[in-house]
């Protein structure tokens, strides 16, 4: 039987004619997004952004670039809209343009990271595979420039946010921070919480956890570069924590959907934490419904997301529970919670589009 929006008839000529744009648009989208890459990598919305409207000759007088492939590429943004084109052939980046696209850590709208150069076509044939076999692949199948890149796409947010927005909004946690308090970050990544934590409250001790060998090393370097000595890396999951009750604040940031097994996780979160200690959850905004998601206008980049990264790493082992970017909404997370022994479940909206915010508490 057909479903809304499918009909058996067949198809109009201005049907097939938007299907193939709509089709097409995702492959302009693709090369769009590395030419975005290309730019912010050459520093062009940087240059562009210290000038008023710009041609191909004047941005090659500026950054020592070719003006002819400079020109392309202006033209390319031009078209894309996200450069004003001037009927001069002067390009000029907009207000709006420069704070989403010329400030990598400033901007809360722009995650670089998430335009870095296409995946190597080895981890597509292995993605292919994956089809066949049921099996994912760890955030280390894409070597260490998928650390980076995940640290480019989310650090920018956690840098902003989490020391001045979010953490305040939680019952008490600055508070014991400020007086010394111990906190583990379990899939840490790169370890951009960590450091943020660290300088904020250098009174406290930090642990973080990963899996992930290139992020531990990746974090490990920060860490050096910071003189900070107030905190530890372990590569290593929340089978590594201790067993008695030790932390007054445990962070999972972006990262329990990825896991194989959340649950053995939160029941580690559970027997480690304090009595009065707080387990501050970042996940994936999404809906028990799989269509609901579909309110998201970004709901087909989240699926993207996870199969290249966020399911498959949660299929990487066998009978992994391969929950995905848009697989823990809030109920399924608050039942997992509850199952493990948490007693106290409240949601933080913090109006960040793609997150909600969890504070959990025995
Ligand atoms: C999307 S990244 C988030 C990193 C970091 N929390 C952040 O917000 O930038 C997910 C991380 O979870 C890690 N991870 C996946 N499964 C894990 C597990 N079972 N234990 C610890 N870390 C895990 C991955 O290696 C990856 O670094």
Known sequence: MADDGATAAAPSEDELRLFAFQVWSYKQGELVSL??????????FQALRDRGPTGAADLALGTGLD????????????????????????????????????????????????????????????????????????????????????????GPWTR?????????????????????????????????????????????SFRG??????????????????????????????DALPDEATFDLVLTLDCLHDMTRPEETIGAIRRALKPDGTWLVKDIRCTPDPRGNLVNPMAALMYGFSITSCMSSALSEPGGAGLGTLGLHPELLEMMTARAGFTRFAVHDFDEPANLYYEVRP
């Not at 030419?35 to 062009?44: E, M, N, P, V």
């Not at 946690?173 to 906190?183: A, K, P, Q, S, Y």
Request: aromatic share 8%; charged share 20%; hydrophobic share 45%.
């Open 160 to 204: 902003l946010a989490l020391v001045p927005r979010i953490l305040p909004a939680l019952d008490g946690v600055v508070e014991r921070l400020e007086h010394g308090g111990e906190v583990a970050d379990i899939g840490c990544g790169a370890g951009v919480a960590l450091l943020a934590l660290a300088r904020a409250f250098p009174g406290s």
């Open 67 to 154: 003006e002819r492939w400079l020109l392309e590429w202006l033209r390319a943004m031009g078209a894309a809209r996200l450069l004003h084109w001037g009927e001069d052939d002067t390009f000029t980046l907009t207000p709006a343009g420069a704070a989403v696209l010329a400030d990598d850590e400033g901007s809360l709208f722009y995650a670089a990271g998430a335009f870095g150069p296409p995946p190597d076509p080895a981890y597509v044939e292995d993605l292919a595979g994956a089809f066949r076999t049921g099996r994912g692949f760890p955030y280390d199948r894409r070597g260490p420039e998928g650390a980076h890149t995940t640290e480019r796409m989310l």
């Open 209 to 238: 956890y990963d899996i992930s060998r290139h992020a531990i090393e990746r974090a490990s370097q920060l860490v050096g570069e910071s003189g900070l000595s107030n905190v530890e890396l372990h590569q290593a999951g929340a």
């Open 35 to 44: 030419l975005i890459h290309i730019g912010s990598r050459l520093g062009l």
